[in-house]
C-alpha cells in the first residue's frame, strides 16, 4: 500500500479529519500520514491504544521513532506520558501498549541501518534555546546527526517563521495554529515539505508548538530512486 509515497510533493493533512484503520491487533488503530509498501516498509501514522490493549513483542528492524501526543505509552523500558520523544533504533525490540490508553505520532522504518542511538527524553526536561536569525522562535533539540535535525519549536503568537532546508521539513503541530499558504494548521496537523522547499507560516494568536525534523527526506528520495 502506498500514501503519500511521491515525496516530491508536498503534503498537509489534518489528524482529525483521517479515518482511523483499525491494525491487527484488537484496540489499536492508526490515521495513515506516509507510507511506501508493505506492513514493514516505511511508515508515518498517527496510532491510537484503548486501554489495556498492546501489541505482542517485536523487534523493529528498521527503527521506530515516536512523541506521546495524548495519554501514557508503556513498555517494557518504562512508562512514557505526553510529551515524550523516543527513538528506538534499528534491531531494538519490545512489548508496547497502553494501560489506560494513548496516541502516539510514530515514524517507522526511516533509520540508517547501522544507526543504533537510543533516545527517550522529555520535553520538560529540554532547556530551550534561542536560535540566532530566528525571531519569534525557541527550540528545544531533540536529536542530530548527519541525516536529521530533529527538534520542538515554539513559534510566538503572531510570528512570522521561514525555513529552509534543502533535505526536506516535516513538522506536526502539538499546540496552537500556523498558516502556510492556503493551509491552515491546528492540533495534530502534518505538513511535509520536498527536498529543496521552504516553510512560510503565520503563526495564529496563540502560538504555535510544533515537531519539525529536517534533512532526512533526501535520505528517502535516494532510497526510491535505488
Known amino acids: 500500500m502506498d500514501v503519500n509515497a511521491d515525496f516530491s510533493q508536498r503534503v498537509v493533512l489534518h489528524g482529525p479529519e483521517i479515518e ?3 491494525t491487527r491487533m484488537k484496540g489499536v488503530k492508526r490515521r495513515m500520514l506516509d507510507r511506501m509498501g508493505a506492513e514493514s516498509g516505511h511508515a508515518t501514522s498517527i496510532v491510537s491504544y484503548d486501554p489495556n490493549s498492546k501489541f ?3 523487534v523493529h528492524s528498521g527503527g521506530e521513532e515516536f512523541i506521546v501526543l495524548d495519554g501514557v505509552f508503556q513498555d ?6 505526553v510529551g515524550s520523544y523516543i527513538r528506538n533504533p534499528p534491531e531494538s525490540s519490545h512489548t508496547p501498549g497502553s494501560d489506560e490508553g494513548c496516541v502516539i505520532f510514530v515514524k517507522l522504518w526511516q533509520f540508517d541501518p ?8 522529555s520535553f520538560d526536561n529540554i532547556e530551550a534555546i534561542k536560535p540566532k536569525g530566528r525571531k519569534g522562535v525557541s527550540i528545544k533539540p531533540l536529536f542530530e546527526d548527519e541525516r536529521e535535525n530533529v527538534r520542538l519549536e515554539e513559534w510566538e503568537a503572531g510570528s512570522e517563521i521561514e525555513l529552509h532546508d ?3 521539513i516535516e513538522v506536526l503541530v502539538l499546540e496552537g495554529d500556523f498558516t502556510e499558504g492556503d493551509d491552515h494548521l491546528q492540533k495534530q ?3 511535509r515539505i520536498p527536498v529543496g522547499g521552504s516553510l512560510k507560516a503565520t503563526v495564529g ?3 504555535a508548538k510544533v515537531w519539525v525534523k529536517t534533512g532526512h527526506l533526501r535520505f528517502v528520495q535516494k532510497e526510491i530512486a535505488a
Open 76 to 81: 517494557e523500558h518504562g512508562d512514557f506520558p
Open 189 to 191: 496537523s502534518w505538513l
Open 166 to 168: 534543502d533535505g526536506g
Open 205 to 207: 494568536d496563540k502560538g
Open 114 to 121: 547501522e544507526d543504533r542511538n537510543e533516545v527517550k527524553v
Open 20 to 22: 482511523w484503520i483499525e
Open 56 to 58: 505482542s513483542a517485536h
